[in-house]
């Protein structure tokens, strides 16, 4: 059983599968005080999540996003991708979610050039049904693999990302890049906290130093995927530059491939604290729009 913080979390506003109302009754029967919804470069979820938060007290709704990044190239390496996670944004200023629809557009234009890739592969895909798996918010890869799956060219959403999707994969696109610094300090200026996702799948600790210039002020530590070893060395990182340490599943829903639950890792209750504290230094702060 899991319960408390949950600093991590996804709905049909972007990859996830459940639709906001639904993933808040599932954290709630989950014993989840502290939920963040936290899509990818869409917040589209949240006046929804709110309403139906109001129903389950004592869970509380942190309004946040997940904002996909291109880290720069290493030589000789493919870019890796590094997802920086907001939470207490503006999330209604408009300004905000205009940078947001340019970040969506973005995708969609990326998912009609991976279609093009993987006709040239033998499996012609139409970007249509891509978009018609995503109800709101972000096309994205997983939607992509889906209709792979449909299709019959892979067996699983992870063969697709293993053979073709991953970045330096034969189907890969890259994005349009936004860096993660400049995420970090979009995040500032919508007077959020920024906070660096998994770092331990993306594998770039060198590139914290930056982020810790441009105004990140958390790791995410305590994370499905992050061994023992993972999360106390990013936990020493927190400490080492003054940062708060935050945690979550990344839930996506049932059918997703992913299997840790709302709730799950355990991520102490007084990290919620510690989040409030960083809001309310980073609205003091927050650099003019
Ligand atoms: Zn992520
Ligand atoms: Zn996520």
């Known amino acids: 059983m899991g319960g408390g913080v949950d600093l991590h979390s996804h709905t049909t506003a972007s990859d996830g599968t459940l639709?906001?109302?639904?993933?808040v009754r599932e954290a709630a029967r989950r014993g989840v005080r502290v939920l963040a919804v936290t899509d990818?470069?869409?917040?589209?979820?949240l006046a929804e999540a709110f309403d139906e938060a109001a129903r389950w007290p004592p869970l509380q709704i942190v309004p946040g996003l997940e904002i996909n990044c291109d880290a720069d190239d290493r030589s000789g390496a493919a870019a890796a991708e590094v997802h920086v996670l907001g939470y207490c944004v503006d999330w209604e200023a408009a300004w905000f979610q205009d940078f947001l629809s340019g970040q969506r557009a973005e995708?969609?234009?990326?998912?009609?050039?991976?279609a093009e890739r993987l006709a040239t592969l033998g499996m012609p895909i139409d970007p249509e049904e891509v978009f018609a798996l995503v109800q709101e918010g972000a096309a994205g890869r997983p939607h992509v693999a889906?209709?792979?799956?449909?299709?019959?060219?892979?067996?699983?959403?992870r063969e697709a990302f293993d053979k073709y999707l991953r970045a330096g994969g034969p189907a890969h696109v890259p994005r349009k890049r936004l860096t993660p610094a400049e995420a970090v300090a979009v995040i500032r200026r919508a007077r959020?906290?920024?906070?660096l996702a998994h770092p331990g799948l993306a594998d770039r600790d060198?590139?914290?130093?930056?982020?810790?210039?441009?105004?990140l002020m958390g790791i995410e530590c305590y994370y499905p995927e992050h061994s023992a070893a993972q999360t106390?060395?990013?936990?020493?990182?927190?400490?080492?530059?003054?940062?708060?340490?935050?945690?979550g599943s990344d839930y996506h829903g049932p059918r997703t491939g992913r299997t840790a639950r709302p709730g799950t890792p355990a991520v102490p209750m007084d990290v919620w604290d510690a989040l409030q504290a960083c809001a309310a230094s980073a609205r003091a702060t927050a650099p003019g729009v």
Not at 147 to 157: A, D, Q, T
Not at 232 to 247: K, M, N, Q, V
Request: hydrophobic share 40%.
């Open 107 to 114: 995708r969609r234009a990326r998912v009609t050039r991976i």
């Open 40 to 45: 990818h470069d869409s917040t589209d979820g």
């Open 19 to 23: 639709p906001p109302r639904e993933l």
């Open 206 to 215: 060198d590139v914290i130093p930056a982020l810790v210039r441009a105004g």
């Open 146 to 157: 889906r209709v792979m799956v449909k299709h019959g060219y892979v067996k699983s959403v």
């Open 232 to 247: 106390s060395h990013y936990l020493a990182l927190c400490r080492e530059h003054g940062l708060l340490a935050t945690g």
């Open 192 to 195: 959020g906290v920024p906070v």
